[in-house]
């Protein structure tokens, strides 16, 4: 525990991390106890902090004359909690023997969803390593039947570089044939730069991805019992060229992996962007209820349309200034503000993406280009 002592008040003000859950969430909060006098003054400010969850754990013994410096100190109190440090989420359940579990993206995490059969659990993703060994066990909490399937949704590391512990447990890892397409021309080398880079790829000890053990091809592949039909649908080039969602159609639940995130979480270097929003709207005609996206927290149909819109818009901004004749160093977009939850703090890369498709007549993953 940290003690700060406030000049001229007496007394201390301490503070701790507590751990606990919160709203359903695993949450670590900053607990502020407060061993000072405290005018009534204060009380409308703390359920101010309340109501906005601001403050989930604060304790205040005692009442004392209000300082200016301990204004400040709640203040920076209010400013600075956090409602978690960055963590994997614990499993939210969406539907009967449906769970959504959040990643961690300060390590670089995708989401993962477990939907249980009759027999079996199918896992969608199988994340990075390091977070691939953690839903081995954390799955066991769920359920005690064995993980058979593994979805890819698509090649990149963050959704298929774990596929190997997984098919060391015993399951199948499965992908569309055009995302295993899209591992043979772009492996080893990117999986070699992610060894350089993260310790969990590195311990594997392995030079390369271990690819898909069951390919589908065309525009469906349906797994099915008594309890449940999950449908993988691939709609054609979108975030990249096999892109797969997920789709539970009884109980109306998409999972969309980064065809569709929520917030400013996707890289379009691999992408089609002018085909993307198009293929957005297939999924839209499906009319979800629950929207699981690859990054982010999970929604509505709001996450497709959110996701479509940015696309279209940014991709015909960029448009629109190169057939004025701006150079593409000099090419500086304003998007309308329905895009702003999907818009990253710098658009550079994503325009750079756009302008790459539009000059080269082809979609933008097509053309030669680094992941990094």
Same mark, same amino acid.
């Given at each position: 525990?940290?003690?700060?002592?406030?000049?001229?008040?007496?007394?201390?003000?301490?503070?701790?991390?507590?751990?606990?859950?919160?709203?359903?969430q695993k949450v670590d909060a900053l607990l502020l106890i407060l061993e000072i006098p405290l005018l009534e003054a204060?009380?409308?400010?703390?359920?101010?902090?309340?109501?906005?969850?601001?403050?989930?754990?604060?304790?205040?013994? +005692?009442? =004392?004359?209000?300082?200016?410096?301990?204004?400040?100190?709640?203040?920076?109190?209010?400013?600075?909690?956090? @409602?978690?440090? !960055?963590?994997? +989420?614990?499993?939210?359940?969406?539907? @009967?023997?449906?769970?959504?579990?959040?990643?961690? !993206?300060?390590?670089?995490?995708?989401?993962?969803?477990?939907?249980? =059969?009759? /027999?079996?659990?199918?896992?969608?993703?199988?994340?990075?390593?390091?977070?691939?060994?953690?839903?081995?066990?954390?799955?066991?909490?769920?359920?005690?039947?064995? $993980?058979?399937?593994? $979805?890819? #949704? %698509?090649?990149?590391?963050?959704?298929?570089?774990?596929?190997? &512990?997984?098919?060391?447990? +015993?399951?199948? #890892?499965?992908? %569309?044939? /055009?995302?295993?397409?899209? =591992?043979?021309?772009?492996?080893?080398?990117?999986?070699?730069?992610?060894?350089?880079?993260?310790?969990?790829?590195?311990?594997?000890?392995?030079? /390369?991805?271990?690819?898909?053990?069951?390919?589908?091809?065309?525009?469906? =592949? $349906?797994?099915?019992?008594?309890?449940?039909?999950?449908?993988?649908?691939?709609?054609?080039?979108?975030?990249?060229?096999?892109? #797969?969602?997920?789709?539970?159609?009884?109980?109306?639940?998409?999972?969309?992996?980064?065809?569709?995130?929520?917030?400013?979480?996707?890289?379009?270097?691999? *992408?089609?962007?002018?085909?993307?929003?198009?293929?957005?709207?297939?999924?839209?005609?499906?009319?979800?209820?629950?929207?699981?996206?690859? %990054?982010?927290?999970?929604?509505?149909?709001?996450?497709?349309?959110?996701?479509?819109?940015?696309?279209? /818009?940014?991709? %015909?901004?960029?448009?629109?200034?190169?057939?004025?004749?701006?150079?593409?160093?000099?090419?500086?977009?304003?998007?309308?503000?329905?895009?702003?939850?999907?818009?990253?703090?710098? &658009?550079? *890369?994503?325009?750079?993406?756009?302008?790459?498709?539009?000059?080269?007549?082809? @979609? !933008?993953?097509?053309?030669?280009?680094?992941?990094?």
């Open positions: 525990m940290l003690k700060l002592l406030t000049a001229n008040d007496g007394g201390p003000i301490s503070f701790t991390w507590h751990s606990g859950l919160y709203g359903g204060l009380e409308p400010f703390h359920k101010f902090l309340a109501h906005f969850r601001l403050c989930p754990y604060c304790e205040v013994e +005692g009442r =004392m004359r209000l300082s200016f410096r301990l204004l400040l100190a709640v203040l920076i109190f209010a400013v600075f909690v956090l @409602p978690g440090r !960055a963590q994997s +989420g614990a499993p939210q359940l969406v539907a @009967p023997g449906v769970w959504f579990l959040l990643g961690d !993206a300060s390590k670089g995490y995708s989401n993962n969803i477990v939907l249980e =059969m009759k /027999d079996y659990l199918i896992v969608v993703d199988a994340n990075y390593p390091g977070r691939a060994q953690e839903l081995l066990e954390e799955v066991k909490t769920l359920s005690s039947k064995p $993980v058979r399937y593994v $979805v890819l #949704t %698509h090649h990149h590391g963050d959704h298929a570089y774990g596929s190997a &512990l997984w098919t060391r447990a +015993g399951a199948i #890892t499965i992908a %569309h044939e /055009d995302a295993a397409a899209e =591992m043979k021309r772009f492996e080893p080398a990117r999986w070699q730069r992610e060894m350089a880079l993260r310790e969990d790829v590195r311990v594997l000890g392995v030079q /390369d991805l271990e690819r898909p053990k069951q390919i589908f091809s065309g525009e469906r =592949m $349906v797994l099915e019992d008594a309890t449940r039909r999950v449908e993988l649908l691939h709609y054609g080039w979108e975030h990249t060229r096999g892109d #797969t969602y997920v789709w539970l159609p009884r109980e109306r639940i998409l999972c969309t992996g980064d065809a569709a995130v929520n917030g400013p979480r996707n890289n379009l270097k691999d *992408a089609w962007l002018a085909n993307w929003p198009r293929m957005l709207e297939k999924a839209e005609a499906l009319q979800p209820r629950y929207v699981l996206p690859g %990054h982010g927290a999970m929604g509505g149909a709001e996450i497709l349309s959110g996701q479509r819109l940015f696309l279209a /818009d940014l991709f %015909h901004a960029v448009q629109q200034q190169l057939k004025s004749g701006r150079k593409t160093e000099t090419i500086n977009i304003i998007l309308p503000v329905r895009d702003q939850n999907w818009m990253p703090r710098n &658009l550079s *890369a994503d325009i750079e993406c756009a302008n790459r498709e539009i000059t080269h007549h082809m @979609p !933008a993953g097509a053309v030669e280009h680094s992941w990094h």
